[in-house]
């Protein structure tokens, strides 16, 4: 019994990308490409970098094209392509053969007469094969190995030409080498009917595809599609030919005269190349390729090679996207796979499908100035993976209890979370209730039975309110000591922690290299290292100070992150004054600035990068003066150092 409808049928999904394959892990994506271009790289270099680079679980374009090279490695070092002339030679000594053994019992002067005769055949394949056209052999072996070595060439000059045509003529008969001989001049009548652009070319074409479709397993529709599969193919043979050594050629040349006994056979090719040459002058006729193994190609399987070799330098011209407008949709990943198996297609895929995607979600948007650059949604994105490494190592700390509770004043903040052990929240009742009917019917219990694992509480949080200033060094010593990406890192994870459970505070990102500046979090994450030198810490207090000054009923928080002493500050024309070692008036107007930081209430963070003994000892003075703190982390923890910092702060 039948349930579905009458006219619906179910088969593969041939229409576009599967509608139920997984989408693009965009997460992964993201990361690598903004921690490239948070190390300086623009956001165009940055995706093309990743997609070159490839992901966890698809290979890149670097990949795929080393794998295209090798592949044409191989064919070149397999192979040679010798193989038609060798086996023209094998049947040719094992016919000679087969005759003299037929000859030599034969006491007459016919017999004597006839060795003599095959004594004196020239030393050349070619040569002899045409002095025996017509010998009447003796030897019914000799006359069958005859026979194949004009069929051989036959077959195999058709196979330069037209792809499967050896293996359809392998039993071939007097009828279809003259079937071929006929194809050919049709083909060279209609090539001459378009090329003088007569009007009746396409009744033309469709009469000769009637007649003839059986030689075209590509099925043109036109003949301009017809030159294209010809013109590909006779190209390919015309590099074989280039390929082979000058007496190799000479060789072919004369015993294509032999195929099939009939000379008309390389008159019709040659003809058909000639007008396939003028149609088609933009395909590669004239290049040669080395092929240095050992076994021996044929005519059509020669071909082949180059029509190969071909299309794998087409495929890593389009993985190289190295021409203007380049798109990943550019590559025929049907070729790929033909030549590297159906796993490289799916990688090609998934990397279109990756960029495709990264583009669409609106990740990358155009700056005022027309340069591409991060989006506030893939800022977002990245500040959450950024905030999740600082929270992973925060959990990580011994003697510590990872908590979700921002704080102790325990209002709720309207949202939920699993329960942990430690947690002393209240529950979400109905949440829980709900949890555990889920689960229990999912089991097939007939009973609710409620599992710590349905268990949710509310979460609570501080709605105390705290005005935060991050003071990042952006001298270059950052860039040159490794130190530029944890500092965006950093940035970016205190961002996305404010942003998203402390909206009420307010936070200022400011730079300070010969110069202070406050700047939005895409400007800091799209920031490229200059050489300046310069360490003007001044000039970022006194920023951070109007920023405290802006918010007067916030908890102050100032951090700094430093791998330098003061080198600069500012005059009160707005000139920054550099020195190195620092002037005294460069560490005095720093350490008032500090003094005036600790009359607002705000007790200076130093997080100190690098073991300078004066940073060591500048530091320690800046903190003393200012009741604050000197942290020294290592660079991987950086960042959790100074959102764990600001959590304490902002408790306390």
Do not use: C
Not at 227 to 239: P, S, T
Not at 277 to 296: K, V
């Amino acid at each position: 019994m039948s349930f579905l409808p009458e006219g619906y049928s179910y088969g593969p999904w041939n229409d576009g990308p599967d509608p139920l394959a997984p989408p693009a892990d965009l997460r992964d994506a993201l990361d690598e490409i903004g921690r490239d271009v948070m190390a300086g790289a623009s956001p165009r270099s940055a995706l093309e970098e990743l997609l070159r680079r490839g992901t966890p679980r698809t290979a890149g374009l670097d990949e795929l094209t080393r794998r295209l090279w090798q592949r044409r490695s191989e064919i070149q070092r397999r192979h040679r392509l010798d193989g038609t002339l060798q086996e023209v030679q094998r049947l040719l000594e094992q016919a000679l053969e087969a005759e003299r053994r037929e000859l030599f019992p034969d006491p007459d002067d016919d017999a004597r007469f006839r060795e003599a005769r095959l004594d004196a055949l020239p030393p050349g394949t070619a040569a002899a094969v045409r002095e025996l056209a017509q010998y009447d052999w003796r030897s019914e072996q000799g006359r069958e190995n005859y026979g194949k070595i004009r069929d051989l060439l036959g077959r195999e000059l058709l196979d330069s030409r037209f792809e499967g045509m050896k293996e359809a003529l392998r039993n071939a008969g007097p009828e279809d080498a003259e079937r071929a001989n006929k194809m050919l001049a049709d083909l060279n009548d209609l090539l001459a009917a378009h090329t003088q652009g007569r009007e009746d070319v396409p009744e033309r074409f469709a009469e000769f595809m009637r007649e003839h479709g059986e030689f075209f397993p590509e099925n043109p529709k036109n003949v301009e599609e017809l030159v294209d599969v010809l013109a590909a193919r006779a190209a390919a043979a015309q590099r074989m030919l280039n390929s082979m050594t000058p007496e190799q050629r000479a060789e072919l040349a004369e015993l294509s005269q032999q195929a099939f006994g009939d000379p008309r056979l390389a008159q019709q090719l040659s003809t058909l190349d000639a007008q396939l040459r003028a149609l088609r002058p933009g395909e590669d006729w004239t290049s040669s390729e080395r092929f240095r193994g050992n076994d021996p190609l044929g005519l059509g399987d020669g071909a082949r090679a180059m029509s190969d070799l071909a299309e794998l330098d087409a495929l890593a011209e389009q993985l190289g996207q190295s021409y203007p407008g380049a798109r990943l949709e550019d590559i025929d990943v049907e070729a790929l796979e033909r030549q590297l198996g159906p796993d490289a297609g799916v990688d090609a895929r998934r990397l279109s499908e990756l960029e495709r995607e990264l583009r669409r979600q609106g990740l990358f948007e155009r700056a005022p100035d027309g340069t591409l650059r991060l989006s506030p949604k893939a800022l977002r994105r990245l500040g959450e993976t950024a905030l999740a490494d600082v929270v992973n190592a925060l959990r990580g700390k011994a003697g510590e209890r990872d908590t979700e509770s921002a704080g102790a004043a325990g209002e709720p903040t309207g949202a939920t979370r699993p329960w942990r052990f430690g947690d002393m929240q209240p529950w979400d009742v109905s949440r829980t209730v709900r949890n555990s009917v889920l689960r229990s019917v999912s089991v097939g219990e007939r009973s609710v039975r409620m599992d710590v694992s349905d268990v949710e509480v509310v979460e609570t949080e501080h709605r105390s309110r705290a005005a935060v200033a991050l003071l990042v060094d952006t001298s270059w010593s950052m860039v040159q000591e490794g130190r530029w990406l944890p500092m965006k890192r950093t940035a970016l994870a205190l961002h996305q922690l404010i942003s998203t459970r402390f909206r009420n505070d307010a936070l200022q990102l400011i730079t300070f290299g010969r110069h202070a500046t406050s700047v939005e979090l895409a400007e800091l994450v799209g920031l490229e290292g200059a050489w300046e030198q310069g360490t003007n810490a001044h000039h970022a207090l006194l920023l951070a100070g109007r920023h405290l000054r802006r918010h007067p009923d916030a908890q102050p928080v100032v951090l700094m992150v430093t791998d330098g002493e003061p080198t600069a500050h500012l005059e009160p024309d707005g000139t920054a004054e550099f020195d190195y070692p620092p002037q005294p008036r460069t560490l005095l107007k720093t350490l008032s600035e500090v003094d005036r930081m600790a009359k607002l209430g705000a007790s200076v963070t130093v997080f100190r990068l690098g073991d300078d003994p004066r940073l060591t000892a500048f530091v320690d003075l800046l903190a003393r003066r200012s009741g604050g703190r000197v942290v020294a982390p290592d660079l991987d923890g950086l960042g959790a150092a100074v959102v764990g910092d600001y959590l304490r702060t902002r408790k306390r």
